[in-house]
């Protein structure tokens, strides 16, 4: 009885703040939360219309199960380029794994018959800035523009302007570039496979 | 004007002062270096960090001063912790929320205040040992410094690298921009500049 008297007395003011502080930063989180997630459909509809800019609109198709780099079993959306004669332009999804600060989140696109890459772009990362941010910038993310779909390597030194499946790091950021490759080559032949098996792709009309 | 109330009035002053000043953070104290190299790159978002400093440290400062008389020795720096920690969430939550692509250009700094000297400083200098009207100036008074600084720093960098102050050019279309000082050794020579000035300035008066 004594201990619990002592525990009280001594640590009743930091008890009663963490309730008081967690409850303002969830009715802070209640009232904004709206918010963000709109800003961040805006920022995925943006940066898809960036990658596929043949795309008059984009549907989102199918969710599909995709086992993570922690090897969790995450969903993930399916959106359908479509232009404006009403035919698919390309498939865009988001893909997302550790990066070297916190988690990367990237905006890939491919074409309709998920035969070449039309691009990634990078939707939410906390990667250092300078080094590992850099992921945005187009002299990586154009490594992999009109790439074969097919598995990524990388290399430390090479021709980072030539268009194949290897893919030159960003000098200083070696884990950030390693992070970006590792992410794509786990979720395209996953969606890929999916697609095939739902008939998404295969058969483009 | 009793003497008490001219005693409150010069210690107010005081603070004012120190924090722009005296004791300015960045200039003086050197503290905060993290977000005074990284954001100094263009005005905006050193204006932004500014601003969201000046916000915590306000709050924090009010918390900490008013709980000052209950607070145990031991857990005084896990309270502050406590208390930047949420005013720092709310602040990023806001920033989110209606400025999304100046939180995206802050990146990460913007919870890192949680880990900004100058705030945990204040706390435990200022905050825990003072009155609310005292520790509430100081808090604008040196979120006042550290974001003037901030902004003289940007201002500099962004001239010299870009040709244009807030994205409105100033310089001729002749000038070459200094690439340089968009990166991290323009931080660097510019706050080496910067200390350096205020130094001399500081020895000259002390001098006179």
């Known amino acids: 009885m004594l201990k619990i008297k002592y525990f009280i007395q001594q640590s009743w003011l930091l008890i009663i703040s963490s309730f008081f502080f967690g409850l303002l930063i969830a009715i802070a989180n209640a009232a904004w939360a709206p918010r963000i997630q709109q800003n961040k459909i805006d920022k995925l509809n943006r940066l898809m219309t960036g990658l596929l800019s043949n795309a008059s609109h984009f549907r989102m198709e199918t969710t599909l199960e995709i086992v993570s780099l922690k090897q969790k079993k995450i969903k993930t959306d399916i959106y359908k380029a479509i232009s404006d004669a009403n035919t698919?332009?390309?498939?865009?999804?988001?893909?997302?794994?550790?990066?070297?600060?916190?988690?990367?989140?990237?905006v890939v696109a491919v074409d309709e018959k998920f035969k070449n890459f039309s691009g990634y772009d990078v939707l939410a990362s906390n990667e250092t800035p300078g080094f590992g941010d850099q992921i945005k910038l187009p002299y990586y993310r154009n490594q992999f523009k009109a790439a074969p779909v097919d598995k990524f390597g990388l290399a430390k030194t090479g021709d980072a302007e030539k268009?194949?499946?290897?893919?030159v790091a960003i000098t200083g950021a070696t884990v950030s570039s390693e992070a970006v490759v590792k992410i794509i080559n786990n979720f395209l032949p996953q969606i890929k496979d999916q697609m095939l098996k739902e008939g998404l792709i295969g058969n483009v009309k | 004007?009793?003497?008490?109330?001219?005693?409150?009035?010069?210690?107010?002053?005081?603070?004012l002062i120190a924090g722009l000043w005296r004791e300015n953070p960045v200039f003086r104290l050197l503290l905060g270096m993290c977000p005074t190299l990284a954001v100094t790159a263009a005005v905006k978002p050193a204006l932004t960090m500014g601003l969201s400093v000046i916000?915590?440290?306000f709050c924090s400062n009010i918390v900490v001063s008013l709980m000052r008389n209950f607070l145990k020795p031991h857990l005084r720096i896990l309270m502050f912790t406590l208390t930047i920690a949420a005013f720092v969430t709310i602040a990023d939550l806001f920033l989110r929320a209606f400025v999304p692509r100046m939180s995206e250009t802050l990146g990460p700094y913007v919870p890192l205040i949680i880990v900004n000297c100058i705030i945990i400083c204040r706390a435990e200098a200022c905050a825990s040992k003072n009155t609310l009207t005292v520790s509430i100036i100081d808090a604008l008074a040196m979120g006042a410094g550290f974001t003037l600084a901030l902004c003289v720093l940007s201002a500099v960098r962004e001239i010299l690298s870009t040709g244009a102050i807030w994205e409105i050019p100033i310089l001729p279309a002749a000038f070459v921009p200094w690439a340089?000082?968009?990166m991290p050794v323009g931080a660097f020579i510019t706050l080496g500049l910067m200390l350096g000035l205020v130094n001399a300035a500081t020895k000259k008066r002390k001098t006179k």
């Open chain 1, 163 to 167: 268009i194949d499946s290897e893919i």
């Open chain 2, 55 to 57: 916000f915590v440290l």
């Open chain 1, 88 to 106: 698919c332009v390309g498939w865009a999804f988001i893909c997302d794994g550790p990066g070297f600060a916190d988690k990367i989140e990237l």
């Open chain 2, 180 to 182: 340089a000082m968009r």
């Open chain 2, 1 to 15: 004007m009793s003497n008490e109330q001219q005693a409150a009035v010069s210690l107010y002053k005081q603070t």
